[in-house]
């Protein structure tokens, strides 16, 4: 089954949609925040993209592309992707949902950095994520696990 | 009663007791491989405070300086402490370890940053911590909660 990926609008009934999420926190309050004071517009694009099921969110990441000259993943420095906020809620887990939003992800053709949670690190090593070399003044105890498309390494220190 | 904060020294027992935190990730396996390749020796002091109860380590957190140069947080831009991987056994909690390793923290005198999990946002700001205003390019998804000492306050961009 063919899943489709869109680009999600900030609105009241996304970010209602958002609370069902386990991973909700300053962000998706920043946004209704500026909601309401009109500091954004109903409908304008955020980072998030999401899968629905009839009408209903279903599945969710956050993209956003991080400037070549902060990346200190990758070889030769280069525009990336950092990827958070991956879910795929409850009921709809296991049917290719949040495959789908990383195949999307990828399809971008920029390399990607993501932060896994330990007990899914079988779920992005299956997807051609492996983990970076952890440097603490970098990382700062976070896990993140990096994909390289063709002719991307990664950066030595 | 005085719970009692040491620095942790890097060695084969403390890797082991690390095992049986929740947040176990690139972070120690790092820090395995790094003793394993004598790159560093045993005994080599790390980044991680923790309290013993007997031998036995029962609350840890990983405390490292942030260079003024990359404070993007406070006003004035200074040295910063990143707090993280707080955490206490589930037999030791709710005994006073966490907040000691806390105040522990902010006895250094410089302002903190941690990110939280949502679920522990009551234990921060009953010690004083607040959210950082959400910047999505600064960051990405995380829920950073900030503490500011006397004379310090949010940096505005």
Redesign the interface.
């Known amino acids: 089954m063919e899943h489709k990926v869109e680009k999600l609008k900030i609105n009241y009934k996304t970010l209602e949609e958002f609370k069902k999420f386990k991973?909700?926190?300053?962000?998706e309050?920043?946004m209704i925040e500026d909601l309401e004071a009109n500091i954004i517009e109903n409908d304008s694009n955020s980072?998030f993209y999401g899968i629905y099921f009839g009408d209903k969110l279903v599945a969710r990441m956050?993209l956003?592309t991080i400037q070549s000259k902060f990346d200190r993943y990758f070889a030769p420095p280069q525009d990336y992707l950092?990827l958070?906020?991956l879910e795929v809620l409850p009921d709809y887990q296991r049917k290719g949902y949040g495959k789908a939003l990383v195949e999307f992800a990828k399809s971008f053709g920029l390399p990607i950095k993501t932060n896994s949670r330990?007990r899914s690190f079988d779920f992005w090593t299956a997807l051609g994520f492996t983990?970076?070399?952890?440097e603490?003044?970098r990382?700062?105890?976070?896990?993140?696990l990096v994909w390289y498309p063709a002719g991307v390494t990664e950066q030595v220190h």
């Open positions: 991973e909700y926190g300053h962000q309050l920043s980072p956050s956003y950092e958070w906020k330990i983990p970076a070399t952890y603490v003044e990382d700062k105890g976070e896990n993140p």
